[in-house]
């Protein structure tokens, strides 16, 4: 199977074949309709940290599921864990040491995946709201963002909240929010509309994952809690070891997006 | 202070108090306006499970806050978890060993406390709503059923879903149900309405928990999940240790009911 240029039609098991075949690409707009997921795997001892940690901050850590201890697929993810995500991280004591395709050398069997929800999951529901979602026009990975909001720590576990960002035109940015926040199990509504500044971002042009997007004139930037807050407090409190997934290269789970919404 | 006839006027610091004084009595309509919870305490190497288990069932077991180990307040109960409970519960291997008002004497440093939503706190809003409910007009407890419907386990805790019932004119079973999906952190929307044979419950008047209500011509039995379904867990599951408080017993917090009502 190539990978053609339309990959929205892709099924989660078509996409994660191509992952596991080594393609490394951001995942939004893949698999439209389809939920997608942050990644982090812990040593079992330091699961409860980050259990916690993602119960005191639904809003950056809505969990969709939890592995049991060496489990490589999840409730949600019937794919792989170590080989079906389009890219990971591995840290060790909190330093980033390598980026890989394929995390089989490294898993361990005392590792528990947690799968966090995406934002990317609501971006099909803001294009057929009529709201433009920049970085899947340019075909980038979304500009994400440290900010200087600490999340509540737990046990060991402390960090800043880390933001997506999307530009979105003054008169779309009610409808950007009303539709999000129908998805609270994928970040939700907005955590801020405006001035970079006030979140402590000094430019939104180096974000500090991701790629940069245009701003054009009239468009206002808006601030959504992102998943890659757990690597953030992995950066800052330096467990042992973890892996997560690459940011914008999410796990494609076999979860609907209407599953996350509420009425 | 005396415990008058309109507990609902209780401040939580009121409440609290008296049940600090040693009066033991359930807490339906108790300090109105204010969320109740319950209270399950469990050693920190068994708390993961705990807190996989409420993640994974949400309905019974909405989790409200979480303690440090030997903690004996919560952000959302500046009271003592100790003490300023009606009645507490003392479990050993799954036993019941007691049933006390103060458990100073048994606690322990490495206790971590859970506060779980309850559905007292959204029956206030039901007789806004024009829908009655039986055990606040009895002056008696909630009745609670054990179902055979199980709970996702979660490591070394498996049980059974715990609901509770409230009878409910079938002309306002639609208001009840709209009403209490609003609040889904303290069980939402109802589990089941009708039959109690499809929940494996043999005999209404005849609660695991709590007391029999009387169901009146016209009225449906409408069972929301419980939680109490933690404490079946302890019960099916016998971790060495574990203090809960005595169901319809609650902790009554000092979070506003309307903390917890999505739009």
């Known amino acids: 199977m190539d990978h053609d240029a339309a990959p929205g039609r892709y099924t989660p098991d078509e996409a994660r074949a191509l992952f596991r075949g080594g393609l490394s690409v951001p995942t939004a707009g893949w698999a439209t309709g389809w939920a997608q997921a942050n ?10 940290d980050f259990l916690l940690f993602a119960q005191r901050n639904p809003k950056p850590c809505p969990v969709l599921d939890v592995t049991e201890p060496g489990a ?4 949600v993810f019937a794919g792989d864990l170590r080989t079906d995500v389009p890219a990971y991280r591995v840290y060790r004591d909190g330093e980033l040491v390598e980026e890989l395709t394929d995390v089989s050398e490294v898993w361990r069997d005392d590792l528990v995946a947690f799968l966090v929800g995406c934002s990317f999951t609501f971006e099909s529901a803001l294009l057929d709201g009529g709201v433009p979602v920049r970085h899947l026009e340019a075909g980038s990975n979304a ?13 060991a576990l402390s960090g800043p909240l880390v933001v997506s960002m999307r530009p979105v035109p ?15 199990a994928v970040h939700g509504a907005p955590v801020h509309v405006g ?61 609907r997006d209407a599953q996350y919404v509420v009425p």
Chains 1, 2 share one sequence.
């Open 39 to 48: 990644l982090l795997a812990l040593p079992r001892a330091d699961a409860y």
């Open 72 to 75: 490589t697929s999840a409730s």
């Open 143 to 155: 500009p994400m963002y440290r900010t200087d909001r600490e999340c509540r720590p737990a046990g």
């Open 170 to 184: 003054a008169d779309k940015v009610a409808d950007a929010v009303r539709i999000t926040a129908r998805y609270p």
């Open 195 to 255: 001035d970079p500044g006030a979140l402590g971002i000094t430019d939104l042009g180096t974000p500090d994952f991701g790629d940069a997007v245009e701003i054009r004139p009239g468009e206002v930037p808006v601030f959504w809690a992102c998943g890659v807050t757990p690597q953030a407090a992995v950066m800052r409190s330096r467990p042992a070891f973890a892996i997560s997934h690459a940011p914008g290269h999410m796990a494609i789970t076999d979860a």
